[in-house]
């Protein structure tokens, strides 16, 4: 059993990441703080410490992250969107394994705790896509750089529109039962 210590002073987000974590058989939340300076003292009681870096308190940010990493805690970060790529590099340079966006899906969330609880690290989708397509060490014409349209996603407002049309699978099973004969199935 995966057990997770989740630092998150916004209840709403706390909610939710509570569900997804609900819905995973192999991980119990261990408990949920608003604060690290809240955490219970006297050693680590939790395999992965999902942790917002903007946080009221004494202890936010690049100091809670080695604070927590000090303590023998794996750190997972959780922020919003707007997060620049120097920010997930100096939270990871501080000992945070992985980096999640607050957007990142269900999934992703599982992912990266079992990564992290594993010992391996774990950086969204959604920014490595980013750091794909605005880092400078990537020239403009590497083939590992991404496309503009390659890093949109179901959820960027560019990329909506697409979201109407039928994907290439669901055309040929709509048109594959259109051709079938009456009765047939």
């Not at 210590?5 to 819905?23: C, F, K, N, R, S």
């Not at 917002?52 to 959780?78: C, E, F, I, T, Y």
């Not at 990142?104 to 896509?129: D, K, P």
């Amino acid at each position: 059993m995966i057990r997770v210590y989740l630092i998150e002073d916004h209840p709403v987000t706390q909610v939710g990441l509570a569900h997804i974590m609900a819905a995973m058989p192999d991980v119990e939340l261990a408990g949920t703080f608003d604060k690290v300076e809240d955490l219970p003292p006297g050693g680590s009681f939790a395999d992965v410490v999902l942790l917002d870096l903007h946080l009221a308190g004494k202890l936010q940010g690049l100091a809670a992250v080695r604070h927590l990493v000090v303590s023998g805690l794996r750190v997972l970060v959780v922020t919003a969107e707007a997060t620049g790529m120097d920010e997930v590099a100096d939270a990871i340079s501080a000992g945070a394994s992985g980096y999640l966006t607050k957007h990142a899906a269900a999934q992703e969330y599982a992912i990266a705790i079992r990564a992290v609880a594993a010992g391996r690290g774990h950086i969204g989708a959604r920014l490595a896509a980013h750091a794909r397509t605005t880092s400078p060490a990537l020239a403009a014409t590497s083939p590992q750089r991404l496309a503009r349209r390659e890093e949109q996603t179901p959820r960027s407002p560019n990329c909506l529109a697409s979201l109407n049309a039928p994907s290439t699978v669901t055309w040929k099973a709509s048109n594959a039962r259109s051709r079938k004969p009456v009765g047939s199935g």
